[in-house]
């Protein structure tokens, strides 16, 4: 079992920055495929971005592209998401989760991934 935390959310106004951090458990941390996944109320799911085993793939939604960037430590077994130039649409609840595959590239489905935290709320102020 992988065990994983959220954390750093917090409240911004729009155009400010957040970065939050994902801490993990697991000895095989740097083959993990990790995902960040936001969700709204009454929203659907929505990946946000991911990045596969030792950085070796990495996907972010449109809506995120080019203001969000995933970055990883396997050292420290932690993936971080830097938020930049925040929108009130960006306000949600924010989960990383794992996908224990090594052998795939990461993607944006959440049913790849079995391993989920418990989320850190974003809210973005206009």
């Known amino acids: 079992q992988v065990q994983l935390v959220e954390s750093g959310g917090g409240l911004v106004q729009a155009g400010g920055s957040l970065r939050l951090s994902c801490a993990a458990s697991?000895?095989?941390?740097?083959?993990?495929?990790i995902g960040w996944f936001r969700q709204a109320p009454g929203k659907e799911r929505e990946g946000v971005s991911c990045?596969?085993?030792?950085?070796?793939?990495?996907t972010y939604a449109d809506s995120v592209k080019g203001r969000f960037t995933i970055s990883r430590d396997d050292a420290k077994n932690t993936v971080y998401l830097q938020m930049n130039s925040l929108k009130p649409e960006d306000t949600a609840v924010y989960y990383c989760?794992?996908?224990?595959?090594?052998?795939?590239?990461?993607?944006?489905?959440?049913?790849?991934?079995?391993?989920w935290g418990q989320g850190t709320q974003v809210t973005v102020s206009s």
């Open positions: 989760a794992a996908d224990l595959n090594e052998f795939r590239l990461c993607e944006l489905s959440s049913y790849n991934y079995d391993y």
């Open positions: 990045m596969g085993n030792s950085g070796g793939s990495t």
């Open positions: 697991g000895r095989t941390f740097s083959t993990y495929n």
